[in-house]
């Protein structure tokens, strides 16, 4: 049984513009540096070939965009950290070895897709703490529980300003063979800044301290930066 949102405050109906000077997210060069290349060779070989990679172009360029974002002003507020569908909202125990600092709450799972975009952003405002890349294999993410077990991610710790630890692990998939975070640990992070993307697709779970109250349900969409998913404990 679904249970309603619960009511965020907000503190003021001003809204931040996340305003980013890259037009293509730091992380996206090398994939559509590749892409120009082999476009620009297929269309020496055939113009068809070429249209065909040439759409390849135009659609990597809308999936590694930096989208402007408006980041809402909300007391606790913890926002989506990835575009894409809210897929799994479950109470779960964090793994090592990350996860040792975070503890048990609730875990959100967003499935970012093939069209949507793709650069990730803080959940919160706040320091990281661990980046750790456990590799692993690119198996399907159909199940997501086998996906979360063998496949390679990323464990990104972030220690909000009021202390409480947040875990956001990116999860590789058959197309989502690279995951990167642009921050090392001790860097401060705003919240909704540009934080890394995984190339492309694949899942990201965040895990939510005790105490946190889920504002998203299963099969709603969010948007990384912008969409509240729960309220942070007090």
């Known amino acids: 049984m679904n249970r309603s949102p619960p009511n965020i405050m907000q503190d003021s109906p001003i809204m931040d513009d996340t305003t980013d000077s890259e037009w293509i997210a730091s992380e996206g060069w090398p994939v559509m540096a590749l892409a120009g290349g082999v476009t620009i060779l297929l269309t020496l070989i055939s113009l068809p070939l070429g249209c065909f ?11 590694l965009r930096v989208p402007v974002r408006r980041v809402p002003n909300i007391t606790r507020a913890v926002l989506a950290p990835a575009d894409g569908i809210v897929v799994e909202i479950t ?10 600092s975070v503890g048990s709450g609730h875990r959100i799972t967003i499935r970012t897709g093939l069209a949507d975009a793709h650069l990730q952003r803080s959940p919160v405002a706040g320091r990281v703490t661990d ?8 198996r399907s993410t159909a199940d997501i529980a086998l996906a979360r077990r063998d496949n390679e991610r990323r464990e990104i710790t972030i220690e909000g300003e009021d202390g ?6 990116q999860i ?18 705003a919240a909704g800044a540009p934080l890394g993307m995984p190339r492309i697709g694949g899942l990201t779970d ?3 301290p005790a105490g ?6 299963p099969g709603q969409t969010v948007v990384a930066g912008e969409t509240v998913l729960a309220t942070g404990p007090r």
């Open 53 to 63: 990679a040439l759409g390849l172009l135009v659609w990597l360029r809308h999936t």
């Open 131 to 138: 980046n750790f890349l456990i590799p692993g294999l690119f």
């Open 91 to 100: 109470d779960a125990e964090t793994d090592p070895p990350a996860g040792t």
């Open 164 to 169: 409480q630890m947040f875990l956001l692990v």
């Open 206 to 208: 965040l895990f939510l």
């Open 212 to 217: 946190s109250k889920p504002a998203v349900r």
């Open 172 to 189: 590789g998939s058959v197309t989502a063979r690279q995951l990167v975070c642009r921050h090392g640990p001790g860097k401060f992070l």
